[in-house]
């Protein structure tokens, strides 16, 4: 009789066992809520809905992917949760990080544990993905410390006839004090003199007491590597306190619509996605799935979510059916990834470089003759080196 | 003369989160926690106003401070009301909820992008020039503006108007302010509907001036050093605690380091906590007794 319970119990968990294993699964921990949800969310919203449209057309080699999305409110020991939930109970093929920085460390415990890939879409790209990277961490995020920098005072000193006097703006937290630090140490070989740099603690209800200082320091440049939120508002309340210079900064997922919001033709932002005013082919195809998922985010926001959709159906286009995470990992080490022209060219993953092999650079501003954002700067390519 | 401009805006918004979390201690001795959120959810109320009432932006403007005094009154209502004889530390644990409740509510509703209730409404947020080299926004100048209105038109209430009598008295003795027939339920909905005025007037101001997001709950905490500064239940410290921790915060950014900006609140707060524990002008005895 008891037996007879047993083969019972075991045939009724026979169809969820293989719908289990019936599609290639990603766990995703992400900050879908909480005070910064609006950098992260619209990335999972949009990768989402690029591997649901995927799975309308077929799936990957036949099989559907399934996104397991797990909130963390960008919350370190909810991340951790989240990253055991999604590896003993979900049995993912790789774990995901759309979160910010502190929700890392325990996530990268969880996946080095379980020996499986840890993947940054959308979220600052650690230094482990950087040749020569982590065996287990990998990065599609767009923005990269130094390169970053790098690109930005090489646009300044391109742009500029009279000496630099540069100023620099950065937030209270390690990743952005890190860079503005190295911005002002490669502005000093670059022959620039730097004259002044503010840090703002996050969230700051007035940016106003630290424009005053960079105003009266008198720059000529500003540039900002920050979360938007310092970035622009530095911008602005400098703009109020009479200064008339030129500021470049980091131009995040929200950038193009600022732009426009702002309308000020001295607003330089720097990135290596495409904007939708370069209206590609693959824009009017982000606009169709954007539509059909009834996302809440602007189109603009979702270009950083589609480059991790893209990257995800290729992982799992090389990894061959029955799926393991050991033949996941294999693909992602050998990856080339046709962006659809979102970046200047593919992204590239070698065994030791998980970030990209080569970044492309673009810069943008409001051009108030022409009443749009206009492109400044073209693709500008800088290889990426141990 | 910059310094003294930027010391008054943010002594402004401080003063403007302050005076909330004051009016409701001061008469229920109930410290709010779900005050930041209140805030944000006043900057909501005018992104809802902007959009529906569009081309109307005093119509707007004034929609939005009328749903402030309402939604004050209703958590009132439906929440504080029954933790009327429970213990201060229940209702302070009610009010955390409260705001966690509130911050998923907005999420669901109005998602996690940035808004510009400002642009909505058709306004910019200029500057002009206020002599001796000086400049200030719109909005700062309205935070200004806004600050001594709200503290003055308290003033007067409190002091000249049968309601703010009862006011006080509910503060100072409650139990001899019923057997006087003072309506407690009445005045304490009064409180919570004017603090959430004020806090959701400083999230409207914020939010037109730096955009509305996620953070401007955290700002909400960020003034609350002032208040116990100047001592949690005087409207006057509030205000004297805010311009303190605002004239400390503004000049250390200027000649010392930008990063104590973050800590000098605290470090005013745990000074006074040394010095004077229940603040400039608060009250020893009621504190003694918490």
Same mark, same amino acid.
Request: proline share 5%.
């Given at each position: ?251 995040? #997922? ?125 693709? +500008? ?6 | ?67 402030? #005094? ?22 302070? +644990? ?26 909505? #409404? ?152 040394? +010095? ?15």
């Amino acid at each position: 009789m008891r037996s007879k319970y047993l083969i019972a119990a075991a045939l009724a968990a026979l169809p969820l066992a293989a719908a289990a294993q019936d599609a290639y699964v990603v766990g995703v921990s992400a900050a879908m809520t909480g005070p910064v949800a609006g950098t992260y969310a619209p990335v999972v919203d949009a990768m989402k809905a690029y591997l649901d449209h995927l799975n309308a057309k077929g799936g990957v080699n036949g099989k559907p992917v399934r996104l397991v999305v797990l909130d963390d409110q960008a919350q370190p020991s909810r991340a951790a949760a989240n990253a055991k939930q999604l590896v003993a109970q979900e049995k993912v093929l790789m774990l995901l990080n759309t979160s910010l920085s502190s929700t890392y460390a325990p996530m990268v415990a969880e996946a080095k544990s379980a020996g499986i890939a840890l993947y940054f879409a959308g979220a600052v790209c650690p230094k482990d993905t950087f040749p020569p990277a982590d065996p287990l961490q990998f990065c599609s995020t767009a923005f990269g410390a130094n390169l970053d920098s790098q690109a930005a005072l090489a646009f300044v000193k391109a742009q500029s006839k009279e000496p630099v006097r540069i100023g620099f703006a950065a937030m209270a937290i390690p990743i952005s004090r890190g860079e503005i630090d190295y911005a002002e140490g490669l502005s000093k070989t670059l022959g620039m003199t730097p004259v002044e740099k503010q840090i703002t603690p996050p969230p700051t209800p007035d940016y106003t007491p630290f424009a005053t200082k960079l105003k009266d320091a008198n720059p000529n440049w500003m540039y900002s590597w920050a979360p938007w939120v310092s970035q622009v508002r530095t911008f602005e309340a400098m703009r109020r306190l009479g200064w008339s210079g030129r500021y470049i900064t980091w131009a995040h #997922l929200n950038a193009e619509e600022e732009l426009t919001r702002v309308k000020d033709g001295g607003l330089y932002v720097i990135g290596t996605n495409a904007f939708l005013e370069d209206n590609l082919p693959v824009h009017a195809e982000m606009r169709a799935i954007a539509h059909r998922a009834n996302l809440p985010h602007p189109v603009s926001y979702l270009t950083e979510g589609f480059v991790a959709g893209f990257v995800l159906e290729t992982a799992l286009r090389n990894t061959p059916w029955p799926p393991t995470p050991q033949k996941a990992l294999a693909a992602m080490n050998s990856l080339k990834v046709d962006l659809k022209g979102l970046r200047g060219g593919p992204l590239e993953w070698t065994k030791d470089n998980h970030f990209r092999t080569r970044q492309y650079y673009r810069v943008w501003r409001w051009d108030p003759a022409g009443n749009r954002v206009a492109r400044v700067q073209d693709w +500008l390519a800088i290889d990426v080196k141990q | 003369m910059q310094l003294a401009v930027n010391i008054a805006v943010l002594a402004s918004i401080y003063a403007l989160i302050c005076c909330g979390y004051v009016l409701i201690y001061r008469v229920s001795r109930v410290l709010s926690l779900a005050h930041g959120e209140l805030m944000m959810l006043g900057a909501y109320g005018l992104y809802a106003t902007a959009s529906l009432f569009s081309g109307h932006p005093l119509l707007a403007v004034a929609a939005a401070g009328g749903l402030a #005094l309402a939604v004050g009154a209703a958590v009132y209502a439906a929440l504080m009301w029954r933790m009327t004889g429970e213990s201060v530390l229940a209702a302070v +644990l009610a009010t955390i909820a409260l705001g966690i409740l509130l911050r998923g509510l907005m999420v669901l509703v109005f998602g996690t992008q940035t808004q510009y209730p400002l642009r909505d #409404l058709g306004w910019t947020n200029a500057s002009f020039d206020v002599g001796g080299g000086a400049r200030i926004s719109a909005v700062g100048a309205a935070l200004v503006l806004g600050t001594a209105l709200v503290y003055g038109s308290l003033f007067a209430f409190l002091r000249g108007t049968r309601w703010g009598l009862r006011m006080r008295a509910a503060g100072q003795n409650p139990l001899l302010a019923a057997q006087r027939g003072v309506r407690l339920h009445g005045i304490y909905a009064l409180a919570w509907a004017l603090a959430t005025f004020t806090g959701g007037m400083a999230g409207m101001l914020l939010a037109s001036d730096a955009g509305l997001e996620g953070t401007l709950v955290t700002i909400g905490l960020k003034a609350f050093p002032a208040a116990l500064v100047g001592g949690l239940d005087s409207l006057l410290g509030a205000l004297v605690g805010s311009l303190i921790v605002a004239g400390a915060e503004v000049l250390l950014i200027h000649y010392v380091d930008p990063l104590l900006s973050d800590v000098v609140p605290f470090v005013v707060l745990l000074a006074m906590l040394v +010095l004077r524990p229940w603040g400039l002008f608060g009250s020893r005895e009621e504190l003694d007794r918490v």
